[in-house]
């Protein structure tokens, strides 16, 4: 069945089905997976789940995707979060999962401030402990950039800072966010994959000298605003908890493949944080090639493929 695309719901199903290649490898090296590369959906593994199982960086995002359904409020989104972490909202199968510990100390602070009916507010630098700075805000950012889509520059940062910051403040990850976010934006509007990466980069980079960012952190990026990540080879990608190195090979994969299934392959290879890698890379790669290019198989494996693609439907017709 050839389905009409849908940027939204191509995003949301592609994103989970790299997610759930990653899940049963998560933290397998790159040398493992070179001797036994996953070629396809697998079953249980790391963390002893059904095939076709997302984790929690699918559920966030599609908790993200649900809020956005009806408006922009960060209230709103806090309370999906902390509903899904306690009563297993947006949870692939009924369970949570593999919460990565950034998160999971986040949105206890959330779960306090609605408790105490105070307004939810981002997460500040003084509140951040971690050395690592890491990626857990990146995987689940996607849905934004549909509701992004036509406004200014300067809101789309704002925006994209403060549902990063609900769990992730360093403006480390912001950056990343953001850079996703200005790629997803022009690969929506039907720019090839090179222009797209090629005008992100000339947005950022410019958006960033001028509102006078951080220059330590910015420089972070540069392997990715000023030269070509899709031009390194593989043993120059990194895979790690590190929100830069996550976004360098999310956009690597997405760069270096030619069709969905590649590009998740290559991703989910790449070895340690599988999940995040193959879904960031998944959800780019189901708005560059759409649903009838996603294998057939891993779709019907996906669990909640009915809801996903019913999220992706309301989130499309809200935001038109």
């Keep these: 069945m050839i389905l009409e695309r849908n940027p939204i719901r191509d995003a949301l199903v592609g994103l989970a089905v790299g997610d759930a290649l990653g899940v049963p490898v998560e933290s397998f090296s790159r040398e493992e997976l070179k001797k036994y590369p996953v070629q396809d959906m697998r079953a249980y593994g790391r963390h002893s789940q059904p095939r076709g199982t997302w984790s929690d960086k699918s559920a966030l995002a599609f908790c993200l995707a649900e809020s956005l359904c009806q408006t922009y409020d960060l209230q709103d989104i806090a309370v999906k979060f902390v509903h899904w972490n306690s009563r297993d909202y ?7 999962f593999d919460i990565e510990y950034d998160t999971k100390k986040a949105i206890s602070r959330l779960s306090a401030m609605l408790y105490l009916k105070e307004k939810v507010t981002p997460i500040s630098l003084q509140e951040i402990d971690n050395e690592i700075v890491t990626n857990g805000a990146l995987v689940r950012i996607l849905p934004l950039a549909f509701f992004l889509l036509d406004k200014p520059l300067k809101e789309r940062f704002q925006k994209i ?30 720019e090839t994959k090179k222009i797209a990466y090629r005008k992100m980069q000339k947005t950022v980079s410019s958006f960033v000298q001028n509102a006078k960012l951080e220059k330590t952190e910015i420089a972070q990026f540069s392997r990715i605003l000023h030269q070509c990540i899709y031009q390194f080879p593989e043993n120059e990608i990194k895979t790690s908890e590190g929100v830069v190195d996550t976004i360098e090979a999310g956009l690597w994969a997405v760069l270096t493949a030619s069709n969905y299934k590649s590009t998740v392959l290559k991703a989910v290879n790449l070895g340690e944080n599988t999940d995040t890698t193959a879904g960031i890379a998944g959800g780019l790669a189901g708005i560059i090639y759409g649903l009838n290019e996603i294998p057939e198989k891993w779709r019907t494996d996906l669990a909640r493929i009915g809801d996903i693609i019913q999220l992706g439907e309301r989130l499309e017709e809200a935001t038109i």
């Design 90 to 96: 947006w949870t692939a199968r009924g369970e949570v």
């Design 161 to 190: 800072s403060e549902v990063s910051a609900l769990t992730h403040g360093h403006l480390r990850s912001i950056l990343a966010c953001f850079i996703l976010i200005e790629f997803a934006r022009r690969l929506i509007l039907g």
